[in-house]
């Protein structure tokens, strides 16, 4: 295993034992929804809230509740640090790359700068049964912050 990898590897076995955004927020008055994905391949599961900002431009926070594998509980502690602050359009972008990345099978490199945690899943893509593993987390967030748009 390079440098590279162990690096990686660090990063995911870190975000699975110490979880960012872990535990549901209550989102007071600020327009949220929530989503829940479930993986049946291998059991993982995720309900995640997004709340957006009063202008519903911004992600605020996403919080979440989960069980699985550390890969994708790992993928949604990066996406919790991540997305908030990160306007719809820039969030829309991150998660249409980091699924190209992942469905890449190892042929992308991610840019770390662009991708910050987030590229240590770069590895995942080469297996293709853990990809959905690591995309759960981000495609309940995508659908959870379409919902939250258009929420009353």
Request: glycine share 8%; proline share 3%.
């Amino acid at each position: 295993m390079s440098g590279l990898e162990s690096l990686y590897q660090e990063i995911i076995l870190d975000h699975s034992k110490q979880r960012t955004g872990e535990g549901f927020v209550d989102p007071g008055t600020h327009a949220s929804a929530d989503n829940h994905q479930y993986n049946p391949t291998c059991g993982d599961e995720i309900n995640l809230r997004v709340e957006l900002s009063d202008d519903r431009q911004t992600i605020e926070k996403v919080s979440w509740e989960g069980d699985g594998c550390s890969i994708s509980m790992a993928s949604a502690s990066v996406l919790s640090d991540m997305a908030p602050g990160m306007s719809l359009g820039e969030f829309q972008e991150m998660v249409d790359k980091f699924r190209e990345m992942l469905r890449s099978r190892g042929q992308i490199q991610p840019d770390e700068e662009y991708f910050g945690d987030a590229a240590a899943f770069a590895g995942v893509s080469k297996f293709v049964a853990r990809v959905k593993c690591a995309m759960l987390s981000w495609v309940a967030a995508e659908e959870a912050t379409k919902e939250a748009t258009v929420a009353k």
